[in-house]
């Protein structure tokens, strides 16, 4: 391969294998993910709701505490990775990524009639070992971040 198409600010084109692994392996987290949440009784509402602007991965609501009548509707972001990579996927919720998850959910807020309910971002992590790996790290981050929507 010639190495003379390359020019200061040029990328290299992303190899469609791994493009292709990246996506199944975030379907798959996504999955595991709200197979997690489940288990600790919160109740999905939505799920990859999307707009122009981007993506909401779960839309949920978490049980209710005592003296609740509902428990708080929880936005959740998923992010899946494998122990090999560079960065912890937790790092890839950067501020940007939270005013467009913010931004999103006052949508959905409108959208779904939930005006005057609780609601809460949470961060899900899904860490497999490896492609194949069926029992993967799951973190639960509560409130990764706070908004007033």
Known sequence: MAVGWWRRGERL??????VAGRAALGRRGERLAERHLKGLRYKR???????????????MRAPRGPGEALGPVVV??????????????????????????VSLAAQAVRRY???????????????????????PEIRHHVGAFSSHV
């Open 113 to 135: 009639r939930l005006q005057g309910q609780r609601l809460r971002f949470d961060v899900v992590v899904v860490v497999f070992a490896h492609a194949g790996d069926l029992c």
């Open 45 to 59: 509402m939505a799920r990859n709701l999307r707009n122009r602007f981007g993506e909401i991965d779960l839309l």
């Open 13 to 18: 084109p992303p190899d469609p294998g791994r």
């Open 76 to 101: 959740v972001e998923v992010k899946s990775g494998t122990r090999n990579d560079r960065y912890p996927p937790e790092l890839h919720v950067n501020a940007a990524k939270q005013r467009r998850l």
